[in-house]
């Protein structure tokens, strides 16, 4: 077999299992887990910024908004999608012990931490 075709079947193998890998990378983030998650930040707790999660993929701010999330396919960060003041931000999950949600903002398409945690009480 040609080199030129051994080439293609290798390129074409490797196209073939980029979706799989981008679902994989995707997929090591998912939906908080349900319950009241209180925030705090450096020097003192954040009580505007706790939420509850559930049922499924909706949120609850503490002033009663109602929004929803999901995961972003290629960051993997969770999206929060309706009620302010989370739809400002976008997040990192963690499962834990003890879950918790790591606040991030992003500007020109680049993540950096705001300083705020987020755990399941």
Partial sequence: MPRSQQAAIGIAAV??????LLACTAAAQSIPASGRYQC????????????TVGPGN???TVKGFRGTMSVHPGTGNV?????PPQAS??????P???PQVVLLTVKDGAN??????CQLR
């Avoid at 705090?40 to 939420?51: H, K, Q, R, Y």
């Avoid at 931000?89 to 963690?94: D, L």
Wanted: negative net charge; hydrophobic residues 40%.
């Fill in 15 to 20: 196209l073939a299992a980029s979706p799989w």
């Fill in 58 to 60: 909706i949120y609850t």
């Fill in 96 to 98: 834990g012990p003890p």
């Fill in 112 to 117: 950096s931490e705001a300083g705020i945690i």
């Fill in 89 to 94: 931000y976008q997040a990192r999950y963690s």
């Fill in 79 to 83: 999206l929060f999608h309706g009620a």
């Fill in 40 to 51: 705090s930040g450096a020097n003192s707790a954040m009580t505007e910024l706790d939420f």
